[in-house]
């Protein structure tokens, strides 16, 4: 069965409802000090990695947040990017 044109458009709408409040969870918590994308879904509880390091990506690419350091993962052993919101995201009107 085809699909029709505004199920396209209603997909693409839900993904970003879904996106923009994961990324304004980041930011909250990432107001208490810096962190890796697995500190960050831990302290939001999200069981998926998936839901915190796209959204960081993107936050990134804004200029929202920026890496400033790596940090091995005692569960992982692998060095994870940790990352910071920036002072000029924090003090504008990003609530």
Do not use: W
């Not at 709408?13 to 990432?30: C, D, F, G, N, V």
């Amino acid at each position: 069965m085809p699909r029709k044109m505004g199920d396209h458009m209603s997909k693409r709408i839900t993904q970003q409802t879904r996106k923009e409040p994961r990324q304004a969870l980041i930011i909250s918590a990432l107001r208490t000090g810096p962190m890796t994308a697995a500190e960050v879904a831990d302290k939001l509880g999200f069981g998926d990695l998936n839901a915190v390091r796209p959204r960081l990506n993107e936050l990134e690419k804004m200029d929202i947040v920026r890496v400033i350091d790596k940090r091995i993962n005692p569960h992982s052993g692998i060095n994870n990017a940790v990352y910071e919101l920036k002072r000029e995201a924090e003090e504008c009107c990003i609530q």
